[in-house]
């Protein structure tokens, strides 16, 4: 599940495009609807093209205000995106929340983006030059993403208004959402509350992007700082009652005993004991280059992180002020606790006059105390924790990388070889890396030797690829319902994500899915665990009346084509990949049973008397040589029988 957040400058038409690539105008408020201007967080869904015939991923949609007033609700929202649509109305071009938004992208370290360029009809409407103008701020656009995180955005020319150019944003969106990794699944989930709501006859209702882990109808859960208790009553996505919600996807949550007035954006719902809220953060920052002052120690700031909003006071660690552009290290002291967690972003801003100044990520959640200004030794210990414990350094690199190589993580991470080696067990004891090939039995995975090929996958990636791969072979058993399954090759090739990683990889999730039970192998060819050929009534019929003609004369049966005549091809090949019937020849097709009656008799004869020519066999079966002379040589094919010149002996 992805989300897309908007972004761009008022009035360049963020939310007539998301209606016009949804269907859904994001504008809730009646305000925002008078005023033509979005105020608040708007929330709409899409279904993005795939490249295959089954439908494409559903994706969420942030819509944020564009108005200098609003920056701070679109702050609420645009955290938790995957991916940004940032929109530039081509008759104006960049204008300063443009500039802003921008900045705030890549403070927040959104890697993911198109541009979507906006009212292309209006250029032409004010005669500003068509192409020309077009092209020009193009240009304009592609000098403000450099060095930034959108710089290598597909920039897309469209129209709310006219419709021209949805089809080519849809697919764009869908590229760069498409070689993503997916959203990682610690266990621990959290959703930050950007909007509450009570539905009668429901109760109170959160929403959010959900982070970090699942959450289940039934849940007992939290909602931080303020530690009230509740339940799960429900979860949508979408509008669409789900049983499980999971990483990444906009989630709405009906929680039980609990009113609207006792909870308010910023706060966050999770499982008890696993977050714990704070006052003071670690934090690495970086100002922006047109912040246009310095931080100085004490200074105030409206601090920003997931969805929440509040005043703190900056303590600067080992320097006397942050210029414009420049970073460092801060702890920084909140009005109000709030949750967060090693490695999530933020966002300063001036009180009054309101201004993005910077942004930064958060080193530690939980300091000991009030650091001394200038201690060498904790500045040392932020720079160490900046590259996390020795286990959080290890899965951050696989979750990162997807998959790599026992002896390349010990390259990436520049860490001792023998320290990665004792520390990874625990990883897979906790089911957040998986290694290939699987240990088995489960218990034993401590003391299984690792190797330096030993394969580790990311759990967020392995739910991915092997769901995937599920579900493209129940997509085949539907589409193929006589065909006993699919082959490995078939699966590969419908699955893009596999050309990125090691070729091997394919092969021991294979393995480990066919281990594991959820996939069976037979022969060359897979299939769910319970599916099965079945054959409709008319069918059963049909082979019936074609069983009757095997039974007429064994020895003498039905060709292919009258077969293939008789019941149809697919039910045909399904018979003998049932291995009902045996294929000896393109024309020549036996029963099971009268197959091995025959190679049986064929053994017997050879044992008595050594040799058996086509003549003797004729006789011997009473039939035809066409038949005899296809079953012979099929039996020289498998290796039961060998030929010399005339006659045939065991091989």
């Not at 460092?328 to 009054?352: C, N, T």
């Not at 957040?432 to 090939?437: A, G, H, N």
């Amino acid at each position: 599940m992805r989300v897309i957040g908007t972004a761009g400058h008022v009035d360049h038409g963020k939310s007539t495009l998301v209606e016009a690539l949804t269907g859904i105008h994001p504008d809730r408020l009646k305000e925002e609807r008078q005023r033509e201007m979005t105020i608040d967080l708007g929330f709409a869904w899409m279904t993005l093209p795939s490249e295959d015939a089954d439908p494409g991923e559903e994706v969420g949609i942030v819509d944020v205000p564009g108005h200098r007033d609003f920056i701070e609700n679109m702050l609420a929202g645009i955290g938790g995106i995957d991916a940004a649509l940032f929109v530039i109305a081509a008759d104006e071009g960049v204008m300063p929340q443009t500039r802003e938004h921008l900045a705030i992208l890549d403070l927040l370290q959104i890697q993911s983006g198109v541009v979507a360029l906006t009212k292309i009809d209006m250029v032409y409407e004010k005669n500003l030059g068509g192409e020309d103008w077009l092209e020009l701020v193009e240009s304009e656009v592609r000098g403000v993403l450099q060095n930034t995180t959108l710089e290598n955005a597909a920039i897309v020319r469209t129209s709310g208004k006219t419709g021209s150019g949805i089809s080519q944003l849809k697919i764009a969106l869908w590229e760069c959402l498409s070689d993503l990794p997916p959203k990682p699944d610690l266990n621990r989930p959290r959703l930050p509350v950007d909007r509450v709501f009570s539905i009668a006859g429901f109760g109170t209702v959160l929403t959010g992007t959900l982070n970090d882990g699942q959450l289940k109808s039934g849940d007992e859960v939290v909602i931080l700082p303020v530690g009230i208790k509740s339940r799960i009553r429900g979860l949508q996505t979408h509008k669409q009652q789900e049983a499980t919600a999971v990483p990444g996807g906009r989630t709405a949550v009906n929680i039980s005993g609990v009113s609207i007035d006792q909870i308010e954006r910023g706060d966050v719902l999770a499982h008890p004991n696993t977050y714990l809220p704070s006052r003071r953060l670690d934090l690495h920052i970086r100002l922006l280059p047109d912040a246009g002052a310095s931080i100085k120690h004490n200074s105030e700031v409206k601090f920003f992180i997931g969805a929440s909003e509040v005043i703190a006071r900056i303590r600067l660690l080992g320097i006397e002020e942050i210029k414009p552009g420049e970073d460092g290290w801060v702890q920084i002291e909140l009005r109000k606790p709030v949750v967060a967690v090693r490695g999530d972003r933020f966002i300063i801003r001036r009180p009054s006059p309101g201004q993005t100044l910077g942004g930064g990520v958060v080193v530690d959640p939980q300091p000991s105390g009030r650091h001394k200004r200038f201690a060498d030794d904790n500045l040392r210990r932020l720079e160490a924790l900046s590259g996390g414990t020795p286990e959080e350094v290890l899965l951050q690199t696989i979750q990162t990388m997807g998959v790599l190589k026992t002896s390349d993580l010990v390259d990436k991470t520049s860490m001792d070889g023998d320290q990665v080696y004792e520390l990874l067990p625990s990883l897979f004891e906790s089911g957040t890396v998986i290694r290939l090939p699987a240990v088995k039995p489960a218990q034993e995975v401590r003391t299984a030797r690792l190797s330096k090929d030993t394969l580790l996958v990311s759990k967020s990636l392995w739910q991915q690829l092997s769901s995937d791969t599920l579900r493209s072979v129940g997509s085949f058993h539907r589409k193929y319902p006589l065909k006993r399954g699919i082959s490995r090759e078939q699966i590969k090739s419908q699955q893009r994500a596999f050309s990125r990683y090691p070729a091997r990889l394919f092969t021991d999730m294979m393995d480990k899915l066919a281990a594991d039970g959820e996939l069976v192998e037979s022969g060359p060819f897979a299939h769910l665990p319970d599916h099965r050929i079945r054959f409709t009534e008319s069918q059963e019929r049909d082979i019936q009346r074609l069983i009757m003609q095997f039974s007429a004369d064994p020895n003498s049966p039905p060709s292919v084509k009258e077969c293939q005549a008789a019941v149809g091809e697919d039910v045909f090949a399904a018979l003998l990949e049932l291995a009902e019937l045996v294929l000896v020849s393109p024309e020549v097709v036996y029963r099971r049973q009268d197959y091995q009656k025959l190679v049986s008799e064929v053994r017997a004869f050879l044992d008595k008397n050594g040799t058996i020519t086509v003549a003797q066999a004729r006789d011997r079966f009473q039939t035809s040589r066409k038949y005899v002379l296809a079953l012979l040589e099929h039996l020289d094919a498998i290796g039961v029988t060998i030929r010399e010149g005339d006659i045939r002996r065991l091989k």
